[in-house]
């Protein structure tokens, strides 16, 4: 190794990094890559006036994009009158564009509800990315009032499709992933344009355009069952903001329009449990509905007939569903299906299993 | 420089970039004021300055000569351990936020506006509306919405508040029903479910609830006990046990994540594209739930007793369908 190269390794990523923002704030006209290259903290070290400076230019390239993905306005100028030429563009960070703007401030209870939105997440980039925030944050130097206490909400992306989704939505592009349909026994390809990632009922949702069926479809985090891959080459133009909303109101009006009447087995998990679920419109719940030791129907919210049908069934002979008649068809029609496949040829299933409710 | 595991270069960049604008706002402040608003460690603030100190343009001249650098009052820093800037270069404010910055706070304000506790749904929207002008570009659309047991959630947060102790009827994960009487300490979510940890004075050690097992939930006049300090809560909220049983299911090979929450591990047999695989249950009681909600997907292969006991309930639920409907019988 040669002493240039020894000297580099003494520069950390973070001051290269650190010194390349600083570089690109202070110019106004911007500076060209030859010029950082050159001049900058890190990269001047292992510059060759003259030679090949390849893997430096490489360098140069993941370092830009490491910079924009932390919110980071880099940008490039092209020359005038030599429009196309690669080596007189001009990289700069414009101040104004860098800077929180000044007109918003935070109060400290706004900080303190922050800081609780920051640790809903626990894990992934999620959580990574709510704590690169509150760092921003905290350079305003505001102290938050006190956390509220005995409180510690906080959601999971378990989903491993979860981050690749959510990076090719931010990159506009085309994925394609197995989907193994709620109902169905085998899974499908589909090739989907990622709008928006939504979790609505305790459920993640991809909201995204089918471009086999050309249509708007709602999937299931939990029901992609490989990988999802970037399809090559194929890229979506943005719909724009308030893409998340429009799901999330998409399958809220689903949601209230679809009621299921269930009669569960009183002290039952099927009643203790059902019991607890959210009412439409917010209105306070009725602390007879709500009784699980009373004998009364349930009226159950929900957005997918199959994904409700599968989780009654789970229930066993503790729900009874009394409507709709393609729910309680739905749900009939799992049970036989389980009873068969456990049934042992030759012999039936049992009489008096019909009894034992809680065996 | 040893920022300590898992911090990676942009998590470090970040810091410094919000570091600078702290300091210049606060003309002497010491390294453990710093370490304590930020919430990160001494040592990382140290290396931090350290770092911003020699840091600067490369200037007129490209050589990073004094005046193109920052600088802070050295004897200050490293007689006092007192942060001082005296020189200034390029930037003075705090970045903006990315667009998934800002969205993953927006999502984390969705989910507790949900909550009872949060409920004032006007500062909420104008904290969400500040983020996406702080943002350098729109938000990435990542959106939450709804929970589910608000009504018992409010009363044992009023609990917990107020320091009494909850009474409530509570229905195990092998269906038995007991009374409980429990100090809470803490309510905790994950994704849709709720849980409560306490100290539970029938079995007189601290355990997890779920809210949704609980009925005749009401909070007592009674005040809980003094919490000793080795009560502390763990970060995990379930654990394994040692009679868990090991059950073999066949299924079609892409339908094995969905069962990633029992740990299936691989097992001989299998026919077309269906594979087996054993799970670790804790008792038949889930078991026979998580197989009949997944009608059509698994079925339950070894050992005969687990099949029977699925079989039996799904049967027993076939039959109440059979019951009020009795000229749709059989199939």
Redesign the interface.
């Known amino acids: 190794m040669s002493s240039t190269i020894e000297k580099n390794s003494r520069v950390?990523?973070?001051?290269r990094?650190?010194?390349l923002?600083?570089?690109l704030?202070?110019t106004e006209i911007g500076l060209t890559k030859a010029d950082i290259l050159?001049?900058?903290?890190g990269y001047?070290q292992r510059y060759l006036p003259g030679g090949d400076n390849a893997s430096l230019e490489r360098q140069f390239e993941r370092d830009k994009d490491?910079?924009r993905?932390?919110?980071?306005?880099l940008e490039v100028v092209e020359q005038q009158g030599e429009p196309g030429s690669n080596h007189h563009l001009r990289y700069r960070i414009p101040?104004g564009?860098?800077?929180?703007?000044?007109d918003?401030t935070?109060t400290p209870?706004?900080l303190m509800?922050?800081k609780?939105?920051?640790?809903?997440?626990r894990e992934g980039?999620?959580?990574?990315?709510?704590?690169?925030?509150m760092?921003?944050?905290?350079?305003?130097?505001i102290?938050s009032s006190d956390p509220?206490?005995?409180?510690?909400?906080?959601?999971?992306v378990?989903e491993?499709s979860f981050e690749p989704l959510?990076k090719a939505?931010?990159r506009g592009q085309v994925v394609a992933f197995?989907y193994?349909k709620p109902g169905e026994?085998?899974?499908h390809r589909r090739q989907v344009e990622p709008?928006?990632?939504?979790?609505?009922?305790?459920?993640w949702h991809l909201?995204g355009t089918d471009q086999d069926a050309a249509a708007t479809r709602t999937y299931l985090l939990?029901?992609i069952?490989?990988p999802v891959v970037s399809v090559p080459g194929a890229l979506f133009v943005e719909h724009?903001?308030g893409?998340?909303?429009e799901?999330?109101s998409e399958?809220?009006a689903l949601w209230t329009a679809n009621i299921a009447v269930v009669s569960a087995e009183p002290?039952?998990?099927a009643a203790?449990?059902l019991?607890?679920?959210?009412v439409a419109g917010e209105r306070?719940?009725d602390p007879d509905a709500?009784?699980?030791?009373l004998h009364q129907p349930l009226h159950l919210h929900y957005t997918d007939l199959n994904v409700l049908a599968?989780?009654l069934?789970?229930?066993?002979?503790e729900?009874?569903v009394r409507s709709p008649d393609s729910l309680?068809a739905a749900?009939?029609?799992?049970?036989?299906?389980?009873?068969?496949?456990?049934?042992?040829s030759g012999v039936s299933?049992?009489p008096q299993?019909?009894?034992?409710?809680?065996? | 420089m040893n920022a300590g595991p898992g911090l990676g270069a942009s998590d470090k960049l970040t810091f410094l970039l919000a570091l600078v604008p702290f300091l210049m706002d606060h003309d002497r402040i010491s390294v453990t004021d710093v370490s304590e608003h930020f919430r990160v460690s001494p040592d990382r603030v140290r290396d931090a300055v350290n770092l911003i100190a020699v840091s600067g343009i490369p200037g007129e001249t490209r050589q990073y000569l004094h005046g193109d650098l920052f600088d802070i009052h050295w004897d200050e820093f490293e007689t006092n351990d007192v942060i001082v800037l005296t020189h200034l270069v390029a930037i003075d404010d705090s970045p903006r936020f990315s667009a998934r910055e800002a969205a993953a706070l927006i999502a984390g304000l969705q989910y507790l506006s949900s909550l009872p506790e949060n409920a004032d749904v006007d500062a909420i929207a104008t904290l969400m509306a500040k983020l996406t002008r702080s943002a350098s570009a729109a938000p990435s659309q990542v959106a939450v919405s709804g929970t589910d047991a608000r009504s018992s959630i409010a009363v044992v947060q009023a609990a917990v508040r107020d320091g009494v102790q909850i009474e409530f009827d509570y229905l195990n994960a092998r269906g038995e029903h007991e009374s409980r009487r429990v100090d809470p300490w803490r309510i905790q979510s994950v994704d849709r479910d709720w849980y409560l940890r306490g100290w539970c004075h029938l079995r007189e050690a601290a355990r997890t609830f779920r809210l949704d097992r609980m009925s005749d939930l009401h909070a007592t006049d009674v005040p809980t006990s003094p919490r000793s300090a080795d009560t502390l809560l763990p970060e995990n909220l379930f654990e394994g046990s040692a009679s868990d049983l090991d059950v073999t299911v066949e299924l079609p090979t892409s339908a094995v994540p969905l069962l990633a929450d029992y740990a299936p591990h691989g097992s001989a047999g299998g026919k077309g594209d269906r594979v087996r695989r054993t799970l670790r249950v804790a008792h038949f009681h889930g078991l026979k739930r998580l197989v009949t909600g997944l009608a059509g997907v698994v079925e339950v292969v070894d050992p005969a007793e687990a099949r029977a006991v699925v079989r039996d309930w799904a049967a027993a639920g076939v039959a109440r369908y059979d019951e009020t409907e009795p000229t749709v019988g059989g199939e």
């Open positions: 950390s990523v973070e001051e990094l650190f010194s923002v600083l570089a704030i202070a050159s001049t900058v903290q001047r490491d910079i993905e932390l919110g980071i306005p101040k564009l860098y800077e929180l703007p000044a918003v935070f209870d706004e509800l922050l609780l939105a920051a640790t809903v997440w980039s999620l959580s990574a990315e709510s704590q690169r925030a760092t921003k944050l905290h350079a305003l130097g102290d509220v206490l005995g409180y510690s909400p906080s959601l999971r378990r491993a959510s939505m931010d197995l193994l026994a085998a899974a709008r928006a990632v939504v979790l609505h009922d305790g459920r909201f939990s029901r069952v490989g724009g903001v893409q998340g909303q799901a999330l399958l809220e002290g039952s998990d203790v449990r019991s607890k679920r959210r306070p719940a709500s009784n699980p030791h599968d989780e069934a789970g229930y066993g002979p729900v009874l309680r749900v009939r029609s799992r049970l036989i299906s389980v009873r068969d496949a456990h049934t042992d299933a049992h299993a019909a009894t034992g409710a809680d065996s």
